[in-house]
């Protein structure tokens, strides 16, 4: 593969970035490795490196890997179809559909807000800590107030949970079934789920032992998994980052409006955008990555879409992400 080029990508980069990973597989940080980079709506290297994680056996490209925060893009995606149905406004406040949270501190919240993490909110300790009750809201309003909502960056996987529950008393059933419905059968992400068939449990490769319980039925409590918990593929993920890209639409079809799209893009909503931190893609590239063990990143001038999986030994390895993405990055040709 070195030296070979499309018109609009070196491929040297994909064998710089396979050397990458490979020599963060053979220091025992990884476990194992795998990609999907598409151009041009067009796959140019699949590729996987390592262990799967079972008896041994080889990472597959196929794999079914739990993405965590990456589902936080499909949350802000369901959001706004609701708002293209025009069920919800961005601009609502939350107490509008949590009565749970009608007190002083949580008023002045929006939609807008919890998309952006900037709620103003310390949600996470105490929604960690109360996630299993059935009631886990009203725990929330002992958060500490940290700043107005809207002037500060706090990530927030509470938030995001919040969301999901606002979708699922909007739609009148669970926030997983309308992502469903809405988004991942008109996908055709037929291997992406929040609860594994035993067709997809097969393809499954975990971290163990630290992953073991994913499948843990005590697992799957009354939160929405709209902050984490979908399981999902390379190729799936790449048709989600191709439907942004193409502003919308998939294979032909209208998923949701494109100037929806354009405002999650360009206002960070449910994303990262992180363009300018990768540095060899345009500024206005976005992403998300779940719990450091995967990544989505699209380059919407260069039309390029970039899935990795890194499941990873250590906690948090950071030279699988953005440095991977920078590799990536370096392969685009100048147009």
């Known amino acids: 593969m070195a030296g070979m ?8 980069a994909i064998q710089l970035l396979k050397v990458h990973f490979q020599n963060l597989i053979m220091q025992n940080r990884l476990q194992g490795a795998s990609f999907v980079i598409s151009q041009n709506n067009r796959i140019i290297a699949k590729e996987a490196l390592g262990s799967s994680g079972f008896n041994g056996t080889s990472f597959s490209v196929d794999a079914i890997r739990p993405v965590q925060s990456i589902v936080k893009i499909i949350t802000a995606l369901a959001v706004l179809k609701l708002v293209e149905q025009g069920k919800l406004n961005l601009e609502d406040k939350i107490t509008r559909y949590l ?22 909110m310390h949600f996470d300790p105490i929604f960690f800590n109360s ?26 996987n509470a938030g995001f949970a919040l969301l999901g529950v606002i979708i699922s008393r909007v739609f009148g059933n669970s926030y997983e079934q309308f992502v ?10 037929t291997m992406t789920s929040f609860k594994l068939s035993l067709q997809q449990e097969s393809l499954l490769s975990l971290v163990l032992p630290r992953e073991e319980n994913s499948l843990a039925p005590e697992n799957y409590r009354a939160v929405p998994r709209s902050f984490g918990g979908l399981f999902s593929t390379l190729d799936d993920l790449q048709k989600l980052g191709q439907m942004m890209l193409n502003q919308g639409t ?4 209208r998923i949701i409006n494109d100037q929806l799209i354009q405002q999650m893009t360009s206002d960070g909503l449910g994303l990262f955008l992180d363009g300018n931190v990768i540095g060899t893609m345009s500024p206005q590239s ?9 990544a989505l990143t699209i380059d919407p001038v260069n039309e390029l879409v970039a899935v990795i999986f890194v499941p990873s030994i250590e906690d948090f390895v950071a030279e699988s992400l953005h440095p991977s993405m920078q590799i990536i990055g370096s392969g685009i040709r100048p147009k």
């Not at 976005?286 to 995967?294: E, L, R, Y």
């Open 131 to 156: 996630f299993h009750l059935a009631d886990w809201i009203s725990p929330l309003t002992e958060s500490r107030y940290m700043t107005e909502p809207g002037t500060t960056f706090e990530y927030s």
């Open 250 to 253: 998939f294979e032909g079809k």
């Open 286 to 294: 976005f992403s998300h990555h779940g719990a450091g063990w995967s």
């Open 5 to 12: 080029k499309t018109n609009t990508y070196n491929l040297e």
């Open 99 to 120: 009565h749970e949270l009608d007190c002083n501190g949580f008023r002045g919240i929006t939609l807008r807000h919890l998309l952006t993490h900037q709620s103003g």
């Open 180 to 189: 469903e419905e809405m988004l991942l059968m008109p996908l055709n992400m």
